[in-house]
């Protein structure tokens, strides 16, 4: 077995990021080196509270750092309670961590990580990308020590929060644009691929029923969580948009990608506000790999084996 890399994941939990994260745990190829809470989902007072009680419910025995509580330059217009509910987790409601969150702010927590990991930590970025702007701001040697930064985000065709922009890059542009301009060796799981790797809901259905730890939250969860589409197979679907970065973490080699040059709209007001646009003609410009297509069996197998290794 190839040693686990070491990852830590930023996140707005949020119903998608809850299973991200259960995923990343289950998995024998990624080791959570800490997770760091953003604002997006929901308020980062619930977004940080979610983060705290899901590593202590789950185990993940990792520190848990407070990100940004606002966008880097405009506030987001709105959240995103409509989906994962007031606090982030629809229904649930995890038992409250009795631990309490590392002393230092999401950039230098990773800084630090990544210094320790010298060269070897994988950022999973699944929620809006304020904290890795501004771990880039107060930290620009940070660079040459983080390996990949794998991000949930963006769309080479179509948005969800608006037409043109999926969540993520809207709820913070700025940071976007300065992340996919920073040089990172980037890859980016867009709503192109999400859309098109939805969970069964009879899949969930049928691992909800099975003994585990997670047995009472993921039906909860799932049926709280509205973002829904016909997904793949063409069968009624929850469409876990981060779990797909998480994969792609864990399976890179079950993963195809295509190089491309990643631009972000950042016209405060625009009807165009956060759409990232995909160009794949000049490689001097190339600074994404774009996830185009996923192995889905080994994918939806992922599900099953969270469910075992929570059992
Ligand atoms: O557009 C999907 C993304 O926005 C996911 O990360 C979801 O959790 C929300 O943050
Ligand atoms: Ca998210």
Not at 45 to 72: I, K, M, W, Y
Not at 76 to 95: A, D, F, T, Y
Not at 133 to 160: C, E, F, W, Y
Not at 162 to 167: G, H, K, L, N, V
Request: aromatic share 8%; proline share 6%; hydrophobic share 40%.
């Amino acid at each position: 077995m190839t040693k686990a890399k070491p990852v830590i994941i930023d996140t707005d939990p949020g119903v998608d990021d809850a299973f991200a994260i259960m995923l990343a745990a289950a998995s024998e190829r990624l080791e959570i080196v800490g997770l760091c809470s953003v604002d997006g989902n929901v308020k980062e007072e619930h977004t940080a509270r979610n983060a705290l009680d899901l590593a202590e419910f789950l185990s993940l025995g990792c520190p848990v750092a407070r990100g940004a509580a606002e966008q880097l330059e405009v506030p987001i217009p709105e959240r995103g309670e409509h989906i994962h509910g007031e606090r982030g987790m629809g229904e649930v409601r995890l038992p409250k961590a009795a631990g309490d969150f590392d002393s230092r702010p999401a950039w230098d927590f990773i800084y630090d990580k990544a210094l320790e990991y010298a060269g070897e930590l994988v950022l999973i970025a699944i929620g809006p990308l304020t904290n890795i702007a501004l771990l880039l701001q107060k930290h620009p040697d940070v660079k040459p020590l983080i390996k990949q930064l794998v991000v949930m985000g963006g769309s080479t065709t179509r948005g969800n929060r608006t037409p043109f922009a999926e969540f993520n890059f809207w709820a913070d542009p700025p940071a976007a644009r300065l992340v996919f301009e920073s040089g990172l060796n980037t890859v980016m799981a867009g709503l192109n691929i999400t859309l098109e790797t939805g969970v069964p809901l009879s899949l969930i259905d049928e691992l909800s029923e099975r003994p585990s730890r997670l047995r009472g939250i993921l039906k909860e969860m799932s049926e709280a969580y509205s973002d829904r589409a016909a997904g793949f197979g063409d069968v009624p679907s929850s469409i876990v948009h981060d779990a797909v970065a998480v994969f792609y973490a864990a399976w890179p080699e079950l993963c195809e990608t295509r190089r491309c040059e990643i631009t972000i709209n950042t016209e405060a007001g625009g009807e165009r506000w956060g759409q990232s646009l995909a160009s794949c003609e000049n490689p001097a410009r190339f600074n994404a790999e774009v996830i185009e297509k996923i192995d889905m069996e080994r994918y939806l197998a992922l599900y099953g084996e969270m469910i075992d290794y929570f059992a």
